[in-house]
DNA sequence: AATGAATGAGGGTTCATTCAT
DNA sequence: AATGAATGAACCCTCATTCAT
């Protein structure tokens, strides 16, 4: 009763070293849940409880992965990916300037950008071209919204994108622990206060110098 | 025979089991010790290397402090007398009330206070007395500069002690690894931003509910 | 260890996880070395020396056996299976009933009963099924040799089975340390003296009452 | 290096450094509290509990006895001393040869004698001169109730006193772990029916040779 | 390619023993 | 002499990583 199944496909051309289709959705799920496991777990979570929630023996979850950087890198590309994407629409579809700054910030809470945080200072190779593209990517779409509400008039001119970023990705960090139920009523609430602090006019001075994402990559 | 038993001391209130001089100074070696090494390392640095950094053996950490969980919880009743401590000094010696908010927040810094956030979500017995204490005093010493503030027209008045100590927490927060060199430099524009929009008069609307310290305890 | 998928397999019975031929070896081994072991050096028998003695690493340990009573259980139904096994033989090839205790019981030396003793008295499970259905296995196949000695008139009629085991279990119980080289010599004395003070006519009257093995579960 | 025992009495002139009447109290609280708790907690208690029991700081303990072994070997020593004591007035005040025997074998267990097993095998000097006279004291009271119930015709031939404590001994051993509740009740029943064995006529012939105690100190 | 199993290194904790008061 | 405190070694157990099926 052992029908073939993945065998049978024939006719696929692979100009690269192409993954198996069951191959690369065990990639993809490694990835999904390793952003869940980390975001719930912390980053120390063990490896072998990510494979377990991806369904897939922890040998196979080391075959994609080399090691928990590794892993960690394509979280952290995974995520930057999606907050970018959240950027891009939030600019797309709000029709007030300084309405999709808001949008975006709140918008990143659920792709869990504060889990970027523990992520990026590991052991993490910050230059790795995959990263900085992704960077890249990430830095123009939040460049775009808040240079739309910069040009409106709404945002303070003294902040830039890795002031932004680094802010919301501290105050959306989740606690150690998992004790945190109603912990993302008190993070909109900060975001929302943060957010405030950024509105033109600037009610104070700042310390310091704005802050590019490539700037965090060598100071931070 | 001369054996006069220790407690036996006249007229010193003896309610503690009168540590001897070196074991003081070895407990207090090993609180900062692990405020450091947590701030620096994460709350999951090993005990060996708190011990190590005290310079006493490890099993003196354990003579000390039952297990991990009783060691953050002095290192958090440290952290929170000393934050009281800064709150108080803001308050008396700034003439202007929203100043001595900056000042202190500001300060809270230097008191690793950061370092809080971690302590508190672990395994940790919220409702120990001892904690409680310390809560209540430092709820009150932010109170008081948080009021004075709000009372010269210069603070929202949609926010509680504990949005700000939650925010300034979280933006405070060291990252994981250790490589957060000039990462204070950031920590205070952000502090600085947030503290913009505490400003009276409030921008926007908040969701949510202000929050007390003790909220936190069973919400959080 | 808990698969579920393996159950899908259609014929046998599977209610096993179906274990690799390698790690069941390893299981085994690691359940001789523990017995062995734990009768030279005691119950408290360093895990790491039980593994080194099975020839495997101390993790492997682990993964079969979560800590010592889990491991102390498996050892204890093996033990009273092996234990059972000789009580059936005793009984199907000796003619003479009370030659058939006789031989089980010295028999039992060698299956390292005396083992049990310090396995059932710990933090084990003392309810737990396997262990319940080892015990009737083992009071079934030892009464069945009492029984039928009993009925030979050879036997005191005002003993059960648990008096017996308890009785061999404490005389065979290995000396603490490892110096017992000829010790067995004076087992075999012991336990002939006992049996002889089994025999019938009963030469004295017995203090309290007679006992099951379920009896000594709850009572002992 | 040892005291002799603690009846360094007049006779003995002081080649001892005489203990202060204090320290004197704390020795013998010392082996008081050991018997009592390796009894309890079997003979790996801490010596930090023994201490503690004895009401003394712990360095007290390693004052008068150097390491464990030297504490057990004073343990030994006493419940040595007392199970001769109860052999003794067993056979003066008891009529009856073999009734004298029974006596002391079930008097033995209150001596908790059984605890000297565990406290015989480890690493203890068995041919240290106290430990030798007290043994030939012991053997000698015991020879004397088993030698009169010999005489009497009452208890078989084929038995020595090395027997008859190894017997009582190991029936009599606390089981490990501290759930012995109602263990007491069968280990009577297991001792009358061991006594039953012993009488006279012998009922089979026994394997091995008879044991005297200084037998048990080569072999066992 | 996928997986269950194996493993060594490392951290947490206890305890016998030594040290300083 | 007595004691509280300090310590390192040893044990239990976990987990990242490698191996064999």
Redesign the pocket.
Known sequence: MTAVVACAKSGKKGQQ?R??A??L??RERLIAAARETMVEFGP??????I?RRA??????????F????ELIHHVTLSVMSRTADRAESALAEESDAFQALRRFVHAAVEERIGALCPLLSDGVDRDHPDLIAARERLEAAVEAVMGAARDSGQLRTDIAVGDLMVAITQLTRPLPGNSCTNFDQFVHRHLQLFLDGLQAPARSELPGAAATLDDLRRRS
């Open positions: 070293p993954l198996r069951d191959a959705r065990n120390e979570v063990p490896l072998d409880e494979a369904g897939v023996g922890n040998a196979t979850l080391y075959r994609h080399a090691d928990r950087p």
